[in-house]
């Protein structure tokens, strides 16, 4: 089993960057691919960002790619999410999620394990 926390998230202008970070408790971090969804009001909860086990592989929503970029470093038991070029439509709780596999999932059902979610707001 894995907890997952998450911090980083804030207030930012249109056009700025902010950086997620999501520790993990668990010595078996790096038996685990992470994702990151996100949860705006009015919206389902939507994958964001995905990554393996090994870092070697990541995947993206389309509506961040080339903007966002997922990341892991499993000495530290962290994945992070680097956001740059932030628009006001990226505002949402940011959710980073973990599962089991050897692949990474879209689904948000597939993942069991969740963090408690981090505000990301962008102001116009």
């Known amino acids: 089993q894995v907890q997952l926390v998450e911090s980083g998230g804030g207030l930012v202008q249109a056009g700025g960057s902010l950086r997620l970070s999501c520790a993990a408790s668990g010595r078996t971090f790096s038996s685990y691919a992470m994702g990151w969804f996100r949860h705006s009001p009015g919206k389902e909860r939507e994958f964001v960002a995905g990554?393996?086990?090994?870092?070697?592989?990541?995947y993206y929503a389309d509506s961040v790619k080339g903007r966002f970029t997922i990341s892991r470093d499993n000495g530290k038991n962290t994945v992070y999410l680097k956001m740059n070029s932030l628009k006001t439509e990226d505002t949402a709780v940011y959710y980073c999620?973990?599962?089991?596999?050897?692949?990474?999932?879209?689904?948000?059902?597939?993942?069991?394990?969740w963090g408690q979610g981090t505000q990301v707001t962008v102001s116009s």
């Open positions: 999620a973990a599962v089991m596999s050897p692949s990474t999932p879209r689904g948000e059902y597939e993942y069991p394990y």
């Open positions: 990554i393996t086990w090994s870092g070697s592989t990541t």
